[in-house]
């Protein structure tokens, strides 16, 4: 009876693989002359020599992290053209360029990486893998961001399969790529966070001869809005006096119809107007209660400044049978109009006070003069 085979490695429990790393990952240790750096990472800010330097040096004392790379046979099975460009390498690293160009810096001879060959299974998996480190780690800038995308979009063929592999839309796809539409100068702005993403992609819709002019009216027109914003907050936290005086300090004529009934006896028609004149520089207000029945046709007479009306008017006659003096109803104006108290008025002011009024008067009828030219 012929015996079974028994693979050796299957009574140790170990598993045997014909390519490392090809379904499991495996840790190793490898010169840096057997590392080769992919073509296709996004990444173009790796820091100063002084920066790479110093994280080299970290990186003797010790390795937290390891790079991710794929065997060489695996890499150009993907990108056969790419053969010269690795030379004699035999791992591609796919994420971990920093750790490697830090190492390579400092004079570390070797690198510590994880070989994972599955990540080699098509272009897809691998661009992903490339970007996937430096966008979880958010290290990729925009424009970073944007070279992904559009190097997958090259790789794999067009937008379509870029969008179905992401489960995003086609548009989402051209969103990310339209920041490669800047020029160069302003590229380097979004990609140091000067320029906002949602104002480049604005700007990207532009002629390349106008982007620059767009930028520029862009930080004028922020500039304002600061200026005003910045003047808004001032005034609400200084608040202006208010413009109006106090009433105590204005001047105020009143006239009012008081009722009989409440009327003292010894009042006369002169008392039912009150003027009180505390502080004559400060401007006039003057209240009518009772208005007059219809407009005055007739032109208040411009006096010299000083001078008193031509004539003063009389009252008018209370004893008129179609106008009542007593009873429920209001007391009648003691004058036919509010021309004939303005008269009075004047008449009882102080020469300078007088004057003031003519002058007003004089400047209210050259502005409706010009009105109606």
């Given amino acids: 009876m012929a015996g079974r085979r028994t693979s050796l490695a299957s009574l140790a429990g170990a598993k045997v693989e014909d390519v490392p790393g090809r379904s499991d990952a495996v840790l190793m240790s490898l010169p840096l002359a057997k590392l080769h750096c992919t073509r296709f990472n996004p ?92 966008n979880d780690r958010q290290d990729l800038d925009p424009i970073e961001r944007a070279i992904a995308i559009e190097t997958m979009v090259t790789e794999l063929g067009g937008a379509d399969q870029v969008a179905t592999y992401y489960g995003k839309t086609k548009g989402w796809v051209s969103q990310q790529r339209k920041l490669l539409k800047l020029t160069p100068e302003l590229q380097d702005l979004v990609a140091v966070g000067e320029m906002p993403v949602r104002v480049a992609r604005d700007i990207a819709g532009l002629p390349l001869p106008a982007q620059t002019a767009a930028w520029s009216e862009h930080l004028e027109r922020r500039r304002l809005e600061k200026e005003a914003g910045a003047r808004l907050r001032a005034q609400a936290a200084n608040p202006p006096e208010p413009l109006n005086a106090p009433a105590s300090e204005t001047i105020r004529f009143t006239a009012v119809n008081h009722d009989p009934a409440q009327a003292h006896p010894e009042s006369t028609t002169e008392d039912r107007f009150t003027a009180v004149n505390q502080r004559p520089e400060q401007p006039q207000t003057l209240t009518a209660v ?18 008193l009306p031509d004539s003063i008017p009389e009252p008018r006659d209370a004893s008129r049978e179609d106008e009542p003096t007593d009873g ?46």
């Fill in 43 to 134: 990444r173009r800010n790796f820091g100063t020599d002084e920066e790479l330097r110093e994280f080299g040096e970290k990186l003797k004392k010790e390795q937290l992290q390891p790079a991710v790379v794929v065997s060489r046979a695996a890499y150009l099975k993907l990108w056969p053209n790419e053969a010269d460009r690795v030379g004699l390498a035999s791992y591609v690293i796919a994420n971990g360029e920093r750790r490697y160009r830090a190492s390579r810096l400092v004079g570390r001879p070797a690198l510590e990486v994880v070989h994972r060959e599955d990540v080699a299974k098509d272009r897809a998996t691998f661009l992903d893998a490339v970007q996937s480190e430096n």
């Fill in 290 to 307: 009772h208005a007059p029945a219809a407009p005055p046709t007739r032109e208040v007479p411009v006096q010299k400044p000083g001078g």
């Fill in 328 to 373: 429920p109803g209001p007391k009648l104006f003691p004058y036919h109009d509010g021309l004939e108290a303005a008269h009075l008025l004047l008449h009882k002011m102080p020469p300078e006070e007088r004057a003031k009024v003519y002058d007003r008067l004089g400047k209210d009828q050259q502005t409706q003069a010009a009105r109606v030219d």
